[in-house]
């Protein structure tokens, strides 16, 4: 059972009545692994929320990810631009290099992250370390989300209820190196090669890592990515002046056909 925080109160994961996936969210889900992979995010916002024992691994980079009232879930993230933040959430696990990590309402969470600097708010047994996660193609996304892999802050903790009596202590610690574990996923398949290479699994920020943690053994997650991704966005192949306004032409047809009157 979740620890008791009174005041404020975890909030628990809503019983939804169905499961709602699209290309950048995923609610109500119990026990499912999502997976984007490059090229499938692009940047995009990403919504979790009231999930229960999911795996969500974003291998792309994404602009900002909120992750809300979610329970015994592991969250293997990509460069993130902008913000994450974990709220109302109890027993989860969250690699991600991101600008900003923000926590309110969590309890027991274990964050592996690059960022300039963590904080937490009426939070309680939050741990703290170094981003653990290799993935083919990581360093790229590093560049495209405009993030130093050679700098970050992630010990530097901000506690906004530092002085907060309700909240029990520690609001947060740093992970012990005996706890640490390098998380790596592997692409299996031709498909795989066909859509990625064959460029190996590689944490961008592993320089940032001391010896002996960057020569822990790793947890392999195999992945075996379809041969074509159904969330890949379209890119344009022209442009046309219709009405006065220059619209974007996606197929070949359409680059041929003439404007209707």
Not at 10 to 28: F, N, Q
Not at 61 to 67: A, E, H, L, N, Y
Not at 175 to 195: H, N, P, S, T
């Amino acid at each position: 059972a979740a620890p008791a925080l009174a005041p404020p109160t975890i909030l628990r994961p809503r019983a939804l009545p169905r499961v709602e996936e699209t290309r950048t969210s995923l609610k109500g889900a119990t026990g499912t692994q999502l997976v984007r992979y490059a090229g499938e995010l692009n940047g995009a916002t990403v919504e979790l929320e009231d999930l229960t024992g999911c795996t969500v691994l974003l291998l792309d980079t994404s602009s900002q990810v909120t992750i809300d009232r979610c329970v015994d879930c592991v969250f293997l993230f990509g460069p993130v631009g902008g913000s994450v933040f974990l709220r109302d959430s109890v027993r989860c696990a969250l690699s991600a290099p991101c600008r900003q990590l923000r926590t309110r309402a969590c309890a027991d969470c274990d964050l592996f992250v690059h960022t300039l600097g963590p904080i937490v708010e009426t939070s309680t047994r939050v741990r703290f370390a170094r981003y653990n996660l290799s993935y083919p193609g990581q360093p790229a996304h590093f560049a495209k989300a405009k993030l130093d892999p050679a700098m970050s802050n992630w010990a530097d903790v901000y506690d906004f209820s530092k002085a907060d009596d309700a909240v029990p202590q520690p609001h947060w610690e740093l992970l012990a190196d005996g706890d640490f574990a390098r998380m790596e996923v592997r692409f299996d398949g031709a498909a795989a090669a066909k859509r990625f290479g064959n460029e190996p699994a590689c944490n961008a920020a592993a320089e940032l890592l001391p010896p002996a943690l960057a020569a822990a053994p790793a947890r392999v997650l195999p992945l075996s990515p379809p041969g074509a991704s159904p969330f890949a966005e379209r890119q344009p192949i022209g442009k046309r002046l219709v009405d006065g306004k220059w619209m974007l032409i996606y197929d070949e047809d359409d680059m041929a056909a003439k404007p209707a009157k």
